[in-house]
């Protein structure tokens, strides 16, 4: 679970990009599509700040923040109810127990 939580906020993107090309009108995919395709150095500032609004509008930013949120929250519960329960108390431990929360609240 804690995999998964690292893996949306480290491709946070790619997940964003696919949940919204699931929720957006014909119009917004052509568009996305369109952008997409070009290379970098030929899209336009305005154009990326567009695809933001896109991404924002839709819920897909949201989304994918609580998708993550609800993956580390079960990996937390997981370590503290199965995974480590019994372990002695120790600095190491206390480090993985934060991972958690890292990985969800670093940028991307």
Known sequence: M????????????????AHALGHV???DKAWIA??????????????VLRLRQILASNGSIKW???SAG???????REFHGTAF???PASPDLEWLRACA????QRQA
């Open 101 to 104: 929360d890292f990985i969800v």
């Open 25 to 27: 009108d014909a119009a």
């Open 70 to 76: 609800a993956l580390a929250a079960a990996a937390k």
């Open 34 to 47: 369109s952008f997409l395709s070009r290379p970098r150095e030929r899209r336009l500032a305005r154009e």
């Open 64 to 66: 994918a923040q609580q």
């Open 85 to 87: 329960a019994g372990a």
């Open 2 to 17: 804690l995999g998964a939580a690292f893996q949306i906020i480290d491709d946070v993107r790619t997940i964003v990009l």
